[in-house]
Nanobody, 130 residues
Framework: QEQLVESGGGLVQVGDSLRLECVAT????????MGWFRQDPGQERKSVAA???????YYRDSVKGRFTIYRDNAKNTLYLQMNDLQPEDAAVYHC????????????????????????WGQGTRVTVSS
């Protein structure tokens, strides 16, 4: 059984919106902070947005004000509402369940890559046409 399954990607035009969904197994979802990540060709994997079990959120600067991450704990589902999509948002977006260190802030962990993946989805592709 796959632990994380993403959906919702597609081909859109500049300025359009998409909502990504990630359905997780209950054991993973209930015990982990969750996030959306992208890995572009030749580049390191990086966080886009993340949310802790208590609802603390993090957004990379490039998506602040346009993307919203939220989780439905009753449905074990993570969402990423993506508005005003731009060509630079095009990527394969992966859902991840992460473990973070206790001695630095949530934001610092996500910004600097200080986390370990407990689970990683297969990804959903977002293409933005100009």
């Amino acid at each position: 059984q796959e632990q994380l399954v993403e959906s919702g990607g597609g081909l859109v035009q500049v300025g359009d919106s998409l909502r990504l969904e990630c359905v997780a197994t209950e054991d993973i979802f209930s015990s982990h902070s969750m996030g959306w990540f992208r890995q572009d060709p030749g580049q390191e994997r990086k966080s886009v947005a993340a949310i802790s079990r208590s609802g603390t959120t993090y957004y990379r600067d490039s998506v602040k004000g346009r993307f919203t991450i939220y989780r439905d704990n009753a449905k074990n589902t993570l969402y990423l509402q993506m508005n005003d999509l731009q060509p630079e948002d095009a990527a394969v977006y992966h859902c991840g369940a992460i473990i973070l260190p206790a001695d630095i802030t949530f934001a610092e962990s996500l910004e600097n890559g200080h986390y370990i993946f407990e689970a990683w989805g297969q990804g959903t592709r977002v293409t933005v046409s100009s």
